[in-house]
Structure formats: structure tokens, C-alpha cells
């Protein structure tokens, strides 16, 4: 096969526009009509001065600033160095900005003073499919991923780390102190440098230490670069420094949208270690976002617990999720074996033998719960005792709690075909979404420090997200043969492309 002439000096008789060289379903049109729908109270909203200051250097046009943080996010450019070379050398975004190339001190300044208020467009992404009937509510599934947070595990601390580090901190802050005091005329340049960072790491430690000792800090050890990331347990038994973020994802409705697709409901991020606490408030804030309840939420078994059932019958919310101890309902000892009789208020065993109310225990997580226990020496001798108890002075114990009623009647539920049937498509919603985040747009690491600065960057993170999605259906119904209903055509603002997509918020 012949090679073709090599010329990287090749010049255009034409030259063709920034406009041509774009394909006319690019990512990047959509992005930028999304921005373009923004009212002025959206903008002020987002507290950005559309219209500029008149007086003073012209800036860059915001509307090409969000659509640069918008777009890298979705394409898993999210640092300001990244983007500005992507400014520069990269066409979607060379047209995004209008052949303009903002440098990273202004992508950054813009990012730092909105991102806070850019949750707004997470709102509006959820609104926009629900409003334009994309979404199928019905079934929702929430879970939690474990990012890396922008701090090494090396810097976290406990007690006395932390005291050790004080004590060598103030030991090298009084040798800066006595080199300086020795006179050297002038002190040496690098001094006060040193003693400034040495003293600001003492203030860190210090804090530190406090909040130790208040017992603020749930696992007794502090991060010093972001004091907020604890340690968190990733699936394969390791431990990074980060957060637990959760989302509630939804599917595209395939008929209504023309295409499959996932659509984060609600996303937030937290501090805690496991995800107990965590399933109320994403039911809330989905159905806050969306203006109705879900038929069915599937949750893992990281959430289940008593307050959860209990939560969501207060709500009258059915939940599909399995116990973390679902292995062990296998047990033919398993309290489940033990028939409770209401009437009597007794259990009985698989020997059928009574087991009658003895007193009640105090529990951290539980207010409270009852004991049932077989009559004095019945299991030390039954043949089954080694399998089933543990005491030889109490035989076996029952416990049951205020929820247990709900944990049986939500036992009985997952036993059920349907239960396990619609438990299913958990696998297809939130683990999809999350290697979405993780692998495409490199959520993997989060890039700020500081829960609330992380609850930002989480959520911009789940805007992108449901803009790749929203971007697919877009993308779809501008086909000629598309199903769906197809708006008349539209010409943005510099941007002749139909739009059949409505973005209502
Ligand atoms: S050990 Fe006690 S509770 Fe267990 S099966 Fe035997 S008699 Fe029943």
C-alpha cells in the first residue's frame, strides 16, 4: 500500500470557521444551549452578572465560562490547568469560548466564587427530564461510592500522633525562634517563611487535638490537609481518605426518551462511614426534586437497620433491600426459626421448647429491648444447644426490638419472587452510574478540600452526569426518524441548531 505525503505544514485555500469545523450533534451544542436557556433569574440564582460590569476591562462572557466548567466536567477535565490547555488546543472547547482562551487564574476565580450556587443546575437537569416526562420514576435505587478526598492517609492522625507532632512542632518552631534571635543581621531570608508555615502547622495540630478531645471527630482521628475527610472503607477492603457519596439514580423512561440512560434523582456527600443514616434524606431529596414519591426504592444492604424500615413506613415508602445478614437467615437456629406467639409473648424454638420475657437491655443504637431465655437448664440440655446458644448459665437468648415486627414483615417481603425480581435492576442503576463518574468524568478523586467545597464539586459532578444523559436524548430526536415528541426547530443565539429538545426547569 502506497503512504500519502506527509505535510504538517499544510495550509487551507478556505480556511473553514471554528462554526464548520464542529459536528452539528457535538456534546459541546448541547452544553452551551443548555446555558443558553437560562432566564436572568436563573443567572441570578447562579449570583452571576450576565451582563458584565460596563465600566472597566472587558471580561470573558460567563455564559462561556460555565459552559468551559460544564463541559470539562462532563469529559473529565476538572482543573483549571486542564481546562485552559484544553482552551487552547482543543476544538469543542475553542468553540465553546469563541476561539477566546481564558487562563486558569480566571477559569479558577470564576469556579471558586459560583460553584457553591451551581447546585442550582443540578436542580435543573433533574427538572428538565422529569418535566419533560424522560424519567421512569417508579423504581429508584440509592447507594454510596467512597471517593478519594485531596488529602494523603499519611496526614491523619489520632490522639497521640497528634500530641507527638505538637510536641516536635514547637520544639522546631523555638529553634527558628532562637536562630533568629541569634542575631544574624539580616535574619536569613528563608526564616520567616519557615516559622510562618511551622506555626500555621502547629495551629492545625492544635485544632486537631481539639477536636479529638470534644469527640467531633467520629473515628478519633483527624486529616490535617481536610480536616473534614475521614477514612473510608473502599469494596476491596482498603481504606482511602475521602468522602461517602451517595446518589439516588433513576433510568431513562426508553419510550418516552428514544434511548436508555440513567438520571441522578438526588446526590449528596458525606462524612459518616456507613450508609445507615443515609436513606431518609436521599427518599427526601428525590422526591423533593422530582414532586413525587418512588413505587419502589431499591437500597443494598449497607442500609438496612430497623430506623430505616421504620422510615420508610412512616413515609409509606415500599424499599427493596436485603439484610447484611442474609447469609446467615440460612441457620436452622437463626431467630428467625423461632415462632413468636403474640397472645402468650413467647418464642418458640426449633425443639419447641417456650422461651418466655426475662427482662430488657439497653442498646446505643436501640433505645431498648426485650430478652426471652428457655427455663433454667432447658438448653444446656438439648442435643441442639452447641448449635444454638452460647451461655451455658443463660441457654439462648432472644432479643427483639421496637422494629421487629417491621424486620419480619420486611423479611417476609424479600423472600418474595417479586421482591427479588425488581431487586434485580439495582445492578443496573447505581453501579453503572458510579463507573460513569469514576472512569469518564474522573470522579474517582475529588479536587477540593472541605465537606461543603466536596458537596459542590459532588454535585456539579452529578450535573454533568445527567447532561451526558439528557445529552443522548437530545441527540436522538434530532434524527430525522426519531420516536418522541419533537419540538419546532430553534435557533439559539449564534448557534443554529434545532433544539427539539425542551429544557424547561
Ligand atoms: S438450645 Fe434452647 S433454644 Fe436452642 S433449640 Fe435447644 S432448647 Fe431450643
Known amino acids: 500500500m502506497p503512504i500519502r505525503a506527509l505535510s504538517r505544514g499544510r495550509t487551507w485555500l478556505f480556511p473553514p470557521t471554528i462554526e464548520e469545523l464542529m459536528p452539528e450533534d457535538h456534546p459541546a451544542?448541547?452544553?452551551?444551549?443548555?446555558?443558553?436557556e437560562l432566564s436572568r433569574a436563573d443567572w441570578a440564582r447562579l449570583r452571576i452578572a450576565v451582563d458584565g460590569d460596563p465600566l472597566g476591562t472587558p471580561g470573558y462572557d460567563p455564559r462561556a465560562l460555565l459552559c468551559v466548567w460544564l463541559f470539562g466536567f462532563m469529559t473529565g477535565l476538572r482543573s483549571s490547568r486542564r481546562l485552559e490547555a484544553a482552551c487552547r488546543d482543543q476544538i469543542p472547547f475553542l468553540w465553546i469560548t469563541g476561539w477566546e482562551h481564558p487562563d486558569h487564574n480566571t477559569l479558577w476565580r470564576f469556579y471558586a466564587a459560583h460553584r457553591l450556587e451551581m447546585r442550582e443546575l443540578f436542580r435543573r437537569t433533574v427538572r428538565t427530564a422529569v418535566s419533560a416526562g424522560l424519567v421512569d420514576l417508579a423504581v429508584q435505587a440509592v447507594d454510596g461510592t467512597r471517593v478519594q478526598g485531596s488529602a494523603s492517609r499519611a496526614r491523619t492522625h489520632d490522639a497521640a500522633h497528634l500530641q507527638q507532632l505538637l510536641e516536635r512542632t514547637e520544639a522546631a518552631i523555638a529553634d527558628l525562634e532562637a536562630q533568629n534571635e541569634r542575631g544574624e543581621d539580616p535574619p536569613p531570608p528563608r526564616l520567616p517563611k519557615e516559622l510562618a508555615r511551622a506555626q500555621g502547622l502547629r495551629e492545625r495540630v492544635r485544632a486537631a487535638i481539639a477536636e479529638v478531645d470534644a469527640g467531633t471527630s467520629p473515628q478519633q482521628q483527624v486529616n490535617l490537609t481536610d480536616p473534614d475527610a475521614t477514612l473510608q472503607k473502599t469494596r476491596d477492603g482498603g481504606y482511602v481518605v475521602g468522602y461517602n457519596a451517595q446518589a439516588m439514580v433513576s433510568s431513562l423512561d426508553e419510550t418516552a426518551a428514544g434511548t436508555t440512560g440513567l438520571v441522578?434523582?438526588?446526590?449528596?456527600?458525606?462524612?459518616?462511614?456507613?450508609?445507615?443514616?443515609?436513606?431518609?434524606?436521599m427518599i427526601d431529596a428525590a422526591r423533593e426534586l422530582t414532586g413525587q414519591a418512588a413505587d419502589t426504592v431499591l437500597a443494598d444492604a449497607g442500609y438496612h437497620s430497623g430506623p430505616n424500615l421504620q422510615a420508610c413506613a412512616d413515609r409509606d415508602q415500599s424499599v427493596v433491600?436485603?439484610?447484611?445478614?442474609?447469609?446467615?437467615?440460612?441457620?436452622?437456629?437463626?431467630?428467625?426459626?423461632?415462632?413468636?406467639?403474640?397472645?402468650?409473648?413467647?418464642?418458640?424454638?426449633p425443639k419447641g421448647q417456650k422461651l418466655r420475657q426475662v427482662g430488657t437491655n439497653r442498646r446505643k443504637r436501640r433505645p431498648i429491648a426485650w430478652l426471652y431465655r428457655a427455663d433454667r437448664g432447658v438448653c444446656a440440655a438439648c442435643p441442639a444447644f452447641e448449635a444454638c446458644a452460647k451461655s451455658r448459665r443463660h441457654g439462648r437468648t432472644i432479643e427483639t426490638g421496637p422494629d421487629e415486627r417491621l424486620l419480619q414483615k420486611h423479611r417476609a417481603w424479600m423472600a418474595t419472587p417479586e421482591a427479588k425480581k425488581v431487586y434485580r435492576?439495582?445492578?443496573?442503576?447505581?453501579?453503572?452510574?458510579?463507573?460513569?463518574?469514576?472512569?469518564?468524568?474522573?470522579?474517582?478523586?475529588?479536587?477540593?478540600?472541605?465537606?461543603?467545597?466536596?458537596?459542590?464539586?459532588?454535585?456539579?459532578?452529578?450535573?454533568?452526569?445527567?447532561?451526558?444523559?439528557?445529552?443522548?436524548?437530545?441527540?436522538?430526536?434530532?434524527?430525522?426518524?426519531?420516536a418522541g415528541p419533537v419540538a419546532p426547530e430553534r435557533v439559539s443565539q449564534g448557534y443554529p441548531v434545532p433544539l427539539p429538545l425542551a429544557l424547561p426547569c
Open 321 to 349: 433491600m436485603p439484610e447484611a445478614q442474609a447469609k446467615k437467615l440460612a441457620d436452622p437456629y437463626h431467630k428467625q426459626a423461632f415462632r413468636y406467639d403474640e397472645e402468650s409473648d413467647t418464642f418458640t424454638c
Open 425 to 482: 435492576r439495582r445492578k443496573q442503576l447505581p453501579e453503572p452510574t458510579f463507573g460513569i463518574l469514576k472512569e469518564r468524568q474522573g470522579a474517582g478523586r475529588l479536587l477540593l478540600r472541605g465537606l461543603e467545597q466536596v458537596r459542590a464539586e459532588w454535585l456539579l459532578l452529578a450535573t454533568a452526569f445527567n447532561l451526558r444523559t439528557l445529552y443522548q436524548v437530545w441527540r436522538r430526536r434530532r434524527k430525522p426518524d426519531s
Open 29 to 36: 451544542r448541547f452544553v452551551a444551549a443548555f446555558v443558553d
Open 264 to 281: 441522578i434523582l438526588a446526590a449528596e456527600v458525606t462524612t459518616a462511614a456507613d450508609d445507615h443514616g443515609q436513606l431518609a434524606s
